[in-house]
């Protein structure tokens, strides 16, 4: 099994620009997660998708960030216009009922 | 609101020690605990799942104990090296979610 893949695994971009990250869960896994990791806030839930459907996106920090999963296999995390308060780690996770969830390697993300 | 804590933040062993990080809950209507390993500039890999009706989880040299009552979880780690050298994250998924809440982490060095 791949695992969990992210793409890009680092994106430099300046202020305003637009940010898309990639995510293809783990084959056969019905949920996904968007997390984000800084020295700070540590690890935060942004959003996440059952059978592609968001359940709970309460954790998007503002309306600059979309995300969207149009099959079971594949999701975007959008940033526009991105910040440089938006420089972290993002990560996504998949998970099938009642296992665990796994991790892809993330994104390491800088605003300029 | 449940509440996961990990004690001690940070740890530094001599290679060969046995040793056990802890974390603990405070609401005890958990579906499971997950046990993971971050090292530094990659992404966090599971370790070891325990359902709310298991006791325990083994995995080679590491052992994964879950006491609900008491809303604790233990990680015994057998005979480290410094390979296992990372931070070390317990999180719990509620009865009623998806979502899984972090603890803080512990450190852990050991030292050849």
């Known amino acids: 099994d791949a695992g969990v893949i992210q793409s890009p695994r680092h994106e430099v971009t300046e202020m305003g620009q637009e940010v898309t990250l990639r995510c293809k869960p783990i084959s056969g896994h019905n949920s996904l997660f968007w997390y984000r990791q800084t020295m700070m806030r540590g690890l935060e839930l942004l959003i996440y998708f059952n059978n592609n459907v968001p359940i709970d996106d309460s954790g998007m920090p503002e309306d600059r960030f979309s995300a969207k999963m149009p099959n079971a296999s594949f999701s975007t995390l959008k940033i526009q216009p991105s910040e440089p308060r938006d420089s972290a780690v993002y990560f996504c996770?998949?998970?099938?009922?009642?296992?665990?969830?796994?991790f892809g390697p993330g994104t390491r993300l800088t605003v300029l | 609101k449940q509440e996961v804590t990990q004690i001690p933040a940070a740890l530094s062993v001599p290679e060969g020690e046995n040793l056990v990080l802890n974390c603990s809950f405070t609401d005890s209507a958990i579906y499971n605990l997950q046990w993971f390993r971050q090292d530094p500039g990659k992404g966090l890999t599971s370790l070891l799942l325990?359902?709310?009706?298991?006791r325990e989880q083994t995995s080679g040299r590491l052992n994964a104990s879950l006491d609900k009552s008491s809303g604790r979880s233990t990680l015994y780690i057998a005979a480290s090296q410094p390979g296992d050298s990372a931070t070390y994250l317990c999180?719990?998924?509620?009865?009623?979610?998806?979502?899984?809440?972090f603890g803080s982490g512990t450190r852990l060095l050991v030292r050849p």
């Open positions: 996770a998949s998970s099938r009922d009642s296992g665990g969830q796994f």
């Open positions: 999180a719990v998924r509620m009865d009623s979610s998806y979502k899984l809440i």
């Open positions: 325990i359902q709310s009706s298991q």
